[in-house]
């Protein structure tokens, strides 16, 4: 069964520093997504993506965040100044193009803001 | 979006099934009904999707009345593996691909020996 490949599983950064998450899509899939979880809380929707560009941001997508797709298999989120309360689960999903097709997400990087 | 409601927490025991009812009163035409599961540390997978009276894979049935205005999750035969977060989820994809997914607080099923 394809798969949706994040990495790093973990990772712990210092406030101020910046950290890139990498997902790795599933090959055939057209719409690329990022959501966080916070310890405890709901899943919570961030940035959508698509032909390149962002279809949809939530609030929570201000400018200390921003998504690329620098090749044609990676799929990065960027954390710019990391706050403490960036700590969270983040969570990288795809989707196809037909209705409900395989909306897959992957197992998340643990990010951990000291 | 249609709001939708569920059991904070659920208990049950190996070998038995489980029902878990989601309320979804405003639900729309072109809306499908959604249950994703997550265990700790993973992300949601999808489990099973509807739109009316029953749907059944290898992993869950989903049970649909009329009125749409509810549906019920059904697994059956449960075993310790199945301790997760059930979430039902509401919305229009009939547009297809590059929908965002609402995610409420979901239902904590715990399953024992």
């Known amino acids: 069964e394809p798969e949706v490949t994040q990495t790093p599983s973990h990772q712990v950064t210092q406030m101020g520093q910046e950290v890139i998450l990498r997902c790795v899509p599933i090959s055939n899939h057209l719409y690329f997504y990022w959501y966080r979880q916070i310890l405890g809380q709901k899943v919570e929707f961030l940035v959508s993506?698509?032909?390149?560009?962002?279809?949809?941001k939530s609030e929570i997508f201000d400018d200390q965040f921003s998504v690329e797709r620098p090749d044609g298999s990676n799929f990065t989120l960027k954390i710019r100044s990391t706050k403490l309360e960036d700590s969270a689960m983040y969570f990288c999903a795809s989707s196809g193009s037909l209705r409900g097709s395989g909306y897959t997400f992957g197992s998340g990087t643990r990010l951990t803001v000291v | 979006l249609a709001k939708t409601t569920q059991p904070i927490s659920m208990d049950s025991y190996e070998g038995q099934e489980v029902n878990i009812t989601c309320s979804h009163n405003n639900i729309a035409t072109n809306d499908y009904i959604t249950w994703y599961q997550q265990f700790p540390s993973q992300g949601p997978r999808f489990i099973i999707q509807?739109?009316?009276t029953k749907v059944t894979n290898e992993v869950a049935s989903l049970f649909i009345p009329a009125d749409r205005k509810s549906s019920t999750l059904s697994l059956p035969r449960v075993s310790l593996s199945d301790t997760a977060v059930y979430y039902c989820?509401?919305?229009?994809?009939?547009?297809?691909?590059?929908?965002?997914?609402?995610f409420g607080t979901g239902t904590q099923l715990k399953v024992e020996l």
């Open positions: 509807g739109y009316k």
């Open positions: 989820l509401v919305g229009d994809i009939l547009t297809g691909g590059g929908n965002k997914l609402t």
């Open positions: 993506f698509y032909n390149n560009e962002i279809s949809e």
